[in-house]
């Protein structure tokens, strides 16, 4: 076993219950090695290691920026300015920082010089990397409103073109969807109804279709490849499966598949191995934002402790000396009283007898 799979296994431990942005991720690593020698089948290995006989993967430009609209979101979070006009200056300044210290991942000629721009302004494009970077968006936008404001903040200042915002926003808002638990044709309805037709299927297009760097003949594909699926192994296999531009096909299928069904855990590790420090570390933080933001959206819900208690999450309130997130706890019992535990210790897994539970498990229908 590789050096690096024992680092990622180790550092998955870090993240969430959620796939937050790894499906994006692990879409655009297994295409990488395709984008230029396409693979007409879904016959392939997923992801290739430098040790193994085959061409190795490795992330690109669409895992980067994904990650850099990431930590933009972040930074607009923390700071006092919550306009998206605000949202707009972290992007800019995300994505360069990001793009300068991953010089070598692949970028378009264009966005190439933009990320070295002193003044960097809008370039009319309408090219697929609005729609690869942009998952983020669909995380942590609180309603569908919110994603699509969010989306044109970070999109327009590069891909201003009204396909490019259109790529964009249909990729968050189909993330959206799936991470907030749309059924497939509920989500293939919007998408139909709002962005593309979908006039095709997967099987009718592969022969002919070819490599395509237009959010217009990108985004459909992608967008039909998770459409097509049955998991999210099977829909990045598909994604890949048509040919054309394979690490960012999949990358926008993977997002939104990673919303719909997860990432299996085998996956998503292995994925991590990929990736370098400075990007497992922005993936890590905005995996801890979005588990902390989740967390809070449980105040007044029920929660049943492992050992057969009742308790009522009344909120949240942090420890004066280590700034540590805690929990206020009521219990549903006895009087009611309150109690207080580190939210880590709240929300986390623990082992009894052989068995993995939750130490509080969500009460069915108390949410």
């Given at each position: 076993m590789s050096k690096n799979y024992e680092r990622a296994r180790s550092l998955s431990e870090h993240c969430g219950p959620r796939p937050h942005l790894i499906g994006a991720i692990v879409g655009d690593i297994a295409g990488s090695r395709f984008e230029w020698r396409n693979c007409k089948s879904k016959d392939f290995t997923l992801l290739v290691g430098s040790h193994d006989e085959e061409t190795p993967c490795r992330f690109t430009d669409d895992s980067v920026m994904t990650l850099a609209i990431a930590d933009a979101i972040m930074k607009w979070r923390e700071g006092s300015d919550t306009s998206y006009a605000a949202l707009s200056s972290c992007a800019i300044k995300s994505m360069q920082a990001f793009g300068r210290r991953h010089p070598n991942a692949g970028y378009g000629g264009s966005f190439r010089a933009w990320l070295q721009d002193k003044n960097p302004r809008p370039y009319n494009s309408w090219g697929n990397g609005a729609a690869m970077?942009?998952?983020?968006?669909?995380?942590v936008g609180r309603t569908l409103d919110e994603v699509k404001a969010m989306s044109r903040a970070v999109t327009e200042v590069t891909h201003n073109h009204p396909e490019g915002i259109k790529g964009a926003e249909a990729t968050a808002v189909a993330t959206f969807l799936a991470r907030t638990g749309k059924a497939m044709g509920e989500i293939r309805e919007v998408v139909v109804g709002d962005y593309y037709p979908l006039d095709f299927t997967l099987d009718k297009i592969?022969?002919?279709y070819e490599f395509d760097v237009s959010c217009q003949g990108s985004v459909p594909q992608a967008l039909e490849a998770f459409f097509e699926s049955t998991s999210f192994e099977d829909a990045i296999r598909n994604a890949i499966s048509i040919g054309g531009d394979s690490d960012t096909i999949g990358a926008i299928c993977g997002a939104v598949a990673g919303?719909?069904?997860g990432v299996p855990d085998e996956i998503r590790i292995k994925s991590l191995s990929f990736l370098d420090d400075d990007l497992i570390k922005t993936l890590v933080?905005?995996?801890a934002m979005v588990v902390t933001e989740e967390q809070h959206n449980l105040v007044g819900c029920e929660f049943?402790?492992?050992?057969g208690n009742r308790y009522r999450l009344e909120g949240f309130a942090k420890d004066s000396e280590t700034m540590e997130e805690m929990v206020i706890y009521r219990?549903?019992?006895d009087g009611?009283?309150?109690?207080v535990r580190p939210a880590k210790m709240f929300f986390e897994t623990i082992?009894?007898?052989?068995k993995r539970m939750k130490r509080f498990e969500l009460m069915e229908g108390k949410a």
């Open positions: 970077r942009v998952s983020a968006c669909g995380w592969r022969s002919n919303g719909y069904y933080a905005f995996d049943r402790h492992f050992k219990a549903l019992y009611g009283g309150l109690w082992e009894r007898d052989g």
